[in-house]
């Protein structure tokens, strides 16, 4: 299984990044995918999840009102816009994939089997 995350940049506060993540060598479509960040020296945390489906979001709500996650499963390819982006989301982004996640447990990384490697997002003020 690969995870191939994509899109990271050096941005201005404000500004807008698409990030892209690529899976293979999984069945992608029954797959739920979520969006972790892990800032310097801090531990990683939860950002969003997607239904295998797509139909369901699941957002942290730190960034609920910047950020949008949404799949193409015919493309094997998961994405998370943000938008206005702060200095604080500066950190490391990491996509990953898990199977029979219950509501309840979308936000832990436990949760998860597969991890990409990460693309880093620097904002600067």
């Known amino acids: 299984v690969q995870l191939q995350a994509s899109g990271g940049g050096l941005v201005q506060a404000g500004d807008s990044l698409r990030l892209s993540c690529t899976a293979s060598?999984?069945?992608?479509?029954?797959?739920?995918m979520g969006w972790f960040r892990q800032a310097p020296g801090k531990e990683r945390v939860f950002v969003a999840a997607?239904?295998?489906?797509?139909?369901?979001?699941y957002v942290a709500d730190s960034v609920n009102d910047r950020f949008t996650m949404s799949r193409d499963n015919a493309k094997n390819t998961l994405y998370l816009q943000m938008n206005h982006l702060q200095p604080e989301d500066t950190a490391v982004y990491y996509c990953a994939a898990g199977s029979r996640i219950i509501l309840s447990s979308v936000s832990q990384s436990s949760s998860y089997h597969y991890w990409g490697q990460g693309t880093q997002v620097t904002v600067s003020s």
């Open positions: 997607i239904h295998r489906g797509g139909s369901r979001t």
């Open positions: 060598g999984l069945t992608f479509s029954r797959s739920t």
